[in-house]
Nanobody, 128 residues
Framework: QVQLVESGGGLVQAGDSLRLSCAASGRPFSAFAMGWLRQGPGKEREFVAAINWRGSITTYTDSVKGRTTISRDNAKNTVTLQMNSLKSEDTAVYYC?????????????????????WGQGTQVTVSS
């Protein structure tokens, strides 16, 4: 079992940047891919970005490509989501999640069923 705690959300203006962080504790952090998913008001939860266990593979949903970067620090058990040029449609609760597949380095990270553990979420609100 892994515990995940997100931080860094808040209220920002369109065009601003925000850095979300997720601190992990529990099972070996470095063995598992990490993802960020979000759920906007009245919407289903959707995949945002993921990074594989050693940080060599990253993947993003199309709507955030080019303005979002996911990174991880396995020594500090943290994963970060840097979001730039924020838009009102980025408004959502952002969840950090740990993949259930140890040492997975494939290309499939967008299915929420792949994630075994979730944080409590952090609210991001972008005003236009």
């Amino acid at each position: 079992q892994v515990q995940l705690v997100e931080s860094g959300g808040g209220l920002v203006q369109a065009g601003d940047s925000l850095r979300l962080s997720c601190a992990a504790s529990g099972r070996p952090f470095s063995a598992f891919a990490m993802g960020w998913l979000r759920q906007g008001p009245g919407k289903e939860r959707e995949f945002v970005a993921a990074i594989n266990w050693r940080g060599s593979i990253t993947t993003y949903t199309d709507s955030v490509k080019g303005r979002t970067t996911i990174s991880r620090d396995n020594a500090k058990n943290t994963v970060t989501l840097q979001m730039n040029s924020l838009k009102s449609e980025d408004t959502a609760v952002y969840y950090c999640a740990a993949d259930k597949r140890p040492y997975y380095s494939g290309t499939s990270y967008s299915n929420s069923e792949s994630y075994a553990n979730w944080g409590q979420g952090t609210q991001v609100t972008v005003s236009s």
